[in-house]
């Protein structure tokens, strides 16, 4: 009998034994197949943002120049671009919900790609405009929101890290992308460079979006089989969460934090040009910005994983308004002290960069679980993007009534300062 109990529990040992092991093996294939996601979704930023959206300053000198518009009138090509993402931001949910996170990338990118090869056909403000906005309507149905939402959905313990690694893309692309875009427009024009655009997202970003694959075994990848967070049926509903004052003072100071990103961001390579840098000078600027916000989004994404969301943002946003006020030193390009000023710029405002839109998403998730984050993250973005997209044009229009960039950098780094504060009154979701 003794004999007979010790065969049974031996079994037993061996039947979990062999239970640790097989489930050990699928914890690390889908640990890989969630990190082969992140890299697709990262390649994708980085074709659509890195053509479009971090190109596009480069693209407004040589504009203006042959066009004769004035600084306010060159902001409405931003502008245009902004509204339309905010509003793929708004439609990226839908589609998902829909078609799933591939049928939603693989929509964008044909919108985003048609709508930056047709600028190349433009003769008017207007026409620029609608192709900036189809280009932008695009590029928001396929990069952020699902970017976002799938990460988060597939990754717990790492998600700061992972995303990171895809807002990193992001970042990585600003750095290269807009001195290859400058190369291309010196060498064959602005219209063949457009076409070359448009036609480089759709023959890269579509095939890569037939690789998405989001299975039960990748959305484990950061979670357990039973974890409620991975089926997305944690949290209130989305109704439920538009009466929490939490999310609309999140929203409020991510809201402002774009606002002052984008009204430096579209303007930094003229403001340079205005202070007698040369275009290529002003351009290697520009790309060392982007290029320092992907050691910001990783040591920001471990900070965030280890202290939380919530204490890592105030610092974050203090440190983009502390960069964008170091442009108040830079005074002319052959002025002593500029170097000083250009190297904290670079630093401060290069590394808080990308941070918002990394560590604000994990807020959120905090704040309101799993169940109605694809939905809200969206609205949050049409917000923060319709009023983000304000920020070029009222930099454009102080410029043209101050003939300063003084004004708009004071206001600027005073909002951001604004939003570090409002992020402090944030309570998370018990």
């Not at 489930?23 to 994708?44: E, G, Q, T």
């Not at 407004?60 to 905010?86: D, I, N, Y």
């Not at 700061?160 to 990585?172: N, R, T, V």
């Not at 430096?264 to 600027?285: C, E, K, N, P, Y």
Request: with cysteine; glycine share 14%; hydrophobic share 55%.
């Amino acid at each position: 009998m003794s004999r007979g109990c010790g065969d049974t529990a031996q079994i037993v040992a061996l039947a979990c034994k062999d239970s640790d092991t097989i489930a050990a093996s699928r914890s690390v294939s889908a640990n890989r197949r969630a990190w082969l996601l992140v890299f697709v979704l990262s390649l994708i930023a980085f074709a659509i943002i890195g053509v479009t959206l971090t190109s596009l300053s480069v693209y407004l000198p040589v504009l203006q120049q042959e066009f004769g518009w004035h600084e306010a009138e060159m902001g409405c090509l931003p502008v245009a671009m902004l509204v339309g993402m905010s509003i793929g931001n708004l439609l990226s949910g839908r589609l998902m919900a829909g078609l799933g996170v591939r049928g939603a990338i693989a929509i964008g990118t044909a919108a985003t790609g048609i709508g930056w090869a047709v600028a190349s056909l433009s003769n008017t403000l207007a026409f620029f405009m609608g192709a900036m906005a189809l280009t932008g309507c695009g590029a928001g149905i396929a990069t952020i929101v699902p970017g976002v939402a799938a990460i988060t959905r597939c990754f717990d313990a790492r998600r700061g890290l992972a995303i990171g690694a895809f807002i990193g893309a992001c970042a990585l692309a600003g750095s290269i992308v807009p001195s290859i875009s400058a190369l291309l427009i010196a060498e064959y024009g602005w219209r063949a460079t457009f076409l070359i655009g448009g036609s480089a997202i759709g023959a890269v970003c579509l095939p890569l979006a037939a690789l998405i694959r989001i299975s039960h075994e990748t959305t484990s990848a950061g979670h357990s089989a039973t974890d409620g967070a991975s089926a997305g049926t944690t949290g209130p509903a989305a109704g439920d969460v538009a009466k929490l004052p939490a999310y609309w003072l999140l929203t409020a100071a991510l809201t402002l934090s774009q606002l002052c990103m984008n009204g430096i961001l579209f303007s930094i390579v003229a403001f340079f040009l205005r202070h007698g840098f040369a275009q290529d000078h002003a351009v290697t600027i520009y790309s060392a910005t982007n290029l320092m916000a992907l050691p910001g989004l990783f040591v920001g994404g471990a900070l965030a994983d280890r202290y939380g969301a919530k204490a890592a943002l105030p610092g974050v946003l203090l440190l983009q308004a502390a960069g964008t006020l170091c442009l108040l030193g830079v005074t002319g390009s052959q002025t002593m002290g500029n170097g000083a000023a250009i190297a904290g710029f670079i630093l401060l405002w290069g590394l808080a960069g990308g941070l918002p839109s990394q560590i604000g998403p994990m807020l959120l998730a905090d704040l309101i679980g799993a169940r109605a984050f694809a939905t809200m993250l969206g609205v949050t973005l049409t917000i923060t993007g319709l009023i983000g997209a304000l920020a070029p044009v009222a930099t454009g229009w102080l410029y043209d009534a101050r003939g300063s960039y003084v004004p708009p950098i004071i206001i600027c780094g005073l909002l951001t300062i604004l939003a570090a504060f409002i992020t402090l009154c944030v309570k998370r979701r018990d």
